[in-house]
DNA sequence: TTTCCTGAATTTTTT
DNA sequence: ATTCAGGAAA
């Protein structure tokens, strides 16, 4: 049902305003969401309009489910076939169907960010360029840049004519397009780049998506790079209903080509656009909103907003400093488990916020200790762990044999003594027959040179061809199964019995889980359906709403989402703002980025803001030492809890604190998962002082000292990679590994 | 020819 | 800390 008496005037507004371009300007927390779920409803049920025709895009997957999730709900019946997805999976979908107009084949796949290197490495090998002078990470930057203007290799070596650096780039950039085309594949750019290319260059097909999407609706706005607006434009060009949800103070993206004129010209290029405010934040207490203004109001050049809210002051925000990052991630976890104790939050209710995926790291290891369930979002993606990509290596394989990338990488996968003389020799002969890498495999026999080397080719090309043979009688699972079968993958990880083994084959075992819920998901399950949805999606598991854990994210990933209590830590100049933005040429400028990146952090809080620095902390295993971020000091001290000073000294809760608070926790946290935190003692270990044991995280390590704590065993143990933990039996899961 | 081992280099943020 | 390139052993 849908409610408009739940919203203010201006949300009203932009929610009745269905026909024509609209803009609407809302600051953090001001309801835009809401507005846009209401938005779709309404057109649905007041005005007849048909689910089909709505387009809704965000930019990142996390997003994009939320507002999924949201329509479902307010629509209901019919919502499905509403298009709710991120700039990349509407053009994916999009080129799935069309691209052969422009000259692809339409099984073309995605490379993410390290095929590009793979590809770009090649080709700085081929133009002999130096890769001290130009890196291939700076060449990939330059062209991804180029691309998000919607600059094609050639119109770029014209604009690069006279400039030694970006004609040597133009070079690069051109064989690398090459590169692509010739393995049928597309970057991440490309996806919007070929979609814009594919709508100008074939008007019916345009005109196909503009009769489709009659309404189109944009989250997150002002992270628009030029591509991405050309597009909208493009689509929305023929009935002019686009509306843009958007706020310049939360603009994060400029690395990625954000464009800031997009929002600022909206209005010039849609004429009678209509423009609502939303100022009304009904996220945050008062004292978090004015931390927020404080900081934000440090930029020049900005649009004056005058966020308010009806919430009362609410806590002061928390600032404290620590000797080292480990007593930071140690103060968190305490302070979560204490406001668990307190006030019997849910875990779900909190956020630790950090600029980089590494600071992580250190808060995995103190929640794991304390007990605290959490979720790490984004960092080393899923997708891109190497078993996995092996193993979709092999799908892809037998899914579109052009993609030379797949195969160079799984073709001595497991090893089948195969090396790199021979496939020169194979990729020679496949560039003289300008035929694929596969193609040429299959000819080994005619392959000059090859000798008894073709013996070790032929069972892999048998068996990427039984593969095809089976594809259409098997399930995506079954034929992921068989390759870890046929191929002995499976077999070889049980035979390393190692932890880092073990943890692989979780994944495969993950990746199978992901297998058979796609096929059970989706309306016609085939390998490419799940491919494409693989190459798109960076977390193996959007958030479930019954998932009750901490979530620990980089600031970048928590735009959009919102939590009761939120700790922004690693607030120290260095780290954040970053050491590349504050030695950067345009310092100011990369410096106001990151003040609104922390503008995004503190406004993601609710109810209770805490912001965390650490005087020393290890980076790259060096300690380094850093200053209070300037950000912290920009926070009006009244509004600064008193008792918390920012350099206060940190109070260390002593190991009998921790383990009592643990031990209370476990008793009570029962209804999160019982299966984890059932405290049953056992009778007796399996292990003595003395013993070899390895624990998941920590390793191998000796047992020194086993202690009955009444409830459950505490054990201390000396592991070899990380020093002496303590720990009680029943939560580490000890193995003995030998006797003494 | 392939594999294994050692020393060097390297990291913002996302699709 | 972890990955990558280059050289020596098998």
Known sequence: MNDLELLNEQ????????????????????????????????LIETCGVNPWNILAITFTNKAAGEMRERVDRLVGFGSESIWVSTFHSACVRILHRYIDRIGYDNRFTIYDTEDQKTVMKNVCGRLQTDTKLFKEQKL??????????????????????????????????????????????????????????????????????????????????????????????????KYKNLCVVGDDDQSIYKFRGANIENILNFEKVFPNARTVKLEQNYRSTQNILDAANSVISHNKGRKEKVLWTDNGPGKPIVC?????????????????????EEKAEHYKDFAVLYRTNAQSRLFEEKFLMANIPYKIVGGVNFYSRKEIKDVLAYLKTIDNGKDDLAVRRIINVPRRGIGSVTLNKVQSYADAQGMSFFEALEDMDT????????????????????????????????????????????????????????????????????????????????????????????????????????????????????????????????????????????????????????????????????????????????????????????V??????????????????????????RAKEAFKAKTFDPQQFKVVKADSLEYKVGDRVSHVKFGKGTVLEIAD???DYEVKVDFEKVGVKRMFASFARLKKVESL
């Open 140 to 237: 990939l930057n330059i062209i991804s840049h180029a691309k998000n203007e919607y600059k094609p290799p050639e119109e770029f070596k014209l604009d690069a004519k006279g400039d030694f650096w970006m004609e040597k780039a133009a070079e690069a950039y051109v064989e690398y397009q090459k590169e692509l085309e010739k393995n049928n594949a597309l970057d991440f750019d490309d996806l919007l780049m070929k979609t814009v290319e594919l709508f100008q260059s074939c008007p019916d097909v345009l005109e196909y998506y503009q009769d489709r999407f009659r309404y189109v609706l944009v989250d997150e706005y002002q992270d628009t790079n030029t591509v991405q607006f050309k597009f909208l434009s493009l689509l929305a060009e």
């Open 447 to 634: 392959v000059p040179g090859l000798g008894k080397a073709a013996l070790k080719i032929q069972p892999f090309v048998h068996l990427i061809h039984a593969c095809r043979l089976k594809l259409s009688d098997i399930s995506v699972k079954g034929l992921i199964e068989e390759i870890l079968d046929q191929t002995g993958y499976v077999r070889d990880l049980k035979a390393e019995e190692t932890e880092e083994a073990e943890a692989r084959l979780g994944n495969i075992d993950e990746l199978l889980n992901k297998a058979a819920a796609y096929e059970e998901q989706a309306a016609e399950p085939d390998l490419r359906g799940f491919l494409e949805e693989v190459a798109l999606v960076a977390d193996i598991d959007s958030l479930e709403d019954g998932d009750n854990r901490v979530l620990l994210m980089t600031l970048h990933s928590a735009k959009g989402l919102e939590f009761p209590y939120v700790y922004m830590a690693g607030m120290e100049d260095g780290i954040f703002p970053s050491y590349m933005s504050i030695a950067a040429e345009n310092a100011v400028q990369e410096i106001e980025e990151e003040r609104r990146l922390c503008y995004v952090g503190i406004t993601r809080a609710m109810k209770e803001l805490t912001m965390t620095a650490a005087r020393a902390r290890k980076v790259r295993g060096e300690n380094q030492y850093n200053n209070i971020s300037r950000f912290i000091l920009e």
């Open 636 to 661: 009006p001290s009244d509004l600064v809890g008193r008792g918390t000073p920012c350099n206060a000294p940190a109070v260390r809760p002593s190991q009998k604190d921790m383990a009592h608070a």
């Open 11 to 42: 949300q009203k507004d932009a929610v009745l305003h269905t026909e024509g371009p609209l803009l609407i300007l809302a600051g953090a927390g001001s309801g835009k969401t809401r507005v846009l779920t209401y938005r779709i409803a309404h």
């Open 320 to 340: 404290r400093q620590f000797q080292t990052g480990y007593e930071e991630a140690e103060y968190i976890a305490g302070d979560i488990r204490k406001k668990m």
């Open 709 to 711: 704590g009444g409830r």
